[in-house]
């Protein structure tokens, strides 16, 4: 009779049989690192110590040391040394007044270092404001303003513009024995500035360095030797620029064609 072949597995096919597993040696090794584990919490546990001190260093004018200390303390919160997040006390201090950069180290095997940076100002802005020399606006009320800072003022959002303009001119003018005590950026984009002297130079909205560098060139000898009878200088024409005397009669040293702001 003729019916299906038997199947027949061949001589050379094996059946599938998992590896021995050696449980003997995975339980050294699992133990072992175990006991490596427990051994590096028992390090960081022996580390990990109360801080019990908080050394705050810098140059201070602005900020006060204790203030600085106290804000690390209430940011610790029972935290040991290893433990401490030394990014939110950094933090922290950032929020304090005049406080421009923070270093926070840890001190073994209890302490803190704490390193502070005040902000430097660089100018007033508008009443109560105050630039840094980056001219980011850090202090936008404060109450004590040096004197002898320059006043600068822009529409809302330029205060680094305004401030940068600023400190390249002020480079230029007190090489040429001038001070400059005032710099404005109006809504329209028009730029002017105050010298010490009571002199108003206005630079319009156009060509601003090229204006600058006109003044420099052709009128600040002007200004220099006769500023107490200058109210403004106007560098806004096209060839050469007007002076308006403080008599109240105005001059123009080569200004044909007229300004064009």
């Not at 406080?99 to 109560?128: C, K, M, N």
């Not at 840094?132 to 040096?146: C, K, M, S, V, Y």
């Not at 010298?195 to 206005?202: I, S, Y």
């Amino acid at each position: 009779m003729l019916g299906r072949p038997k199947n027949r597995r061949k001589p050379s096919e094996a059946p599938f049989r998992l590896p021995a597993i050696n449980w003997h040696a995975v339980g050294v090794t699992l133990g072992a690192l175990a006991m490596v584990a427990a051994g590096a919490l028992a390090v960081a546990w022996a580390f990990d110590q109360p801080i019990e001190s908080v050394a705050v260093t810098g140059s201070f004018q602005r900020v006060a040391p204790v203030d600085v200390e106290r804000v690390v303390k209430a940011r610790l919160h029972g935290a040991g040394l290893l433990s401490v997040d030394l990014a939110a006390v950094r933090r922290a201090i950032h929020t304090l007044p005049w406080v421009d950069a923070v270093s926070v180290q840890r001190a073994w095997p209890r302490g803190l270092t704490v390193l502070v940076v005040e902000q430097s100002a660089a100018a007033r802005w508008g009443e109560r404001g105050l630039l840094n020399t980056r001219g980011e606006l850090f202090a936008a009320d404060e109450r004590h303003i040096p004197a002898e800072l320059a006043q600068l003022a822009g529409p809302e959002g330029k205060e680094a513009l305004v401030a940068q303009r600023y400190l390249a001119a002020e480079g230029r003018l007190m090489q040429a024995g001038l001070r400059l005590s005032a710099m404005r950026l109006d809504a329209r984009g028009a730029w002017e500035f105050d010298l010490a002297n009571g002199v108003t130079v206005r630079l319009g909205r156009r060509m601003v360095d090229e204006r600058f560098e006109k003044f420099m060139d052709t009128a600040l000898r002007l200004v220099t030797q006769r500023g107490e009878e200058i109210a403004y200088v106007d560098m806004r024409y096209t060839n050469g620029f007007a002076i308006g005397w403080r008599s109240g009669a105005a001059h123009g040293a080569g200004s044909e064609g007229g300004h064009d702001a």
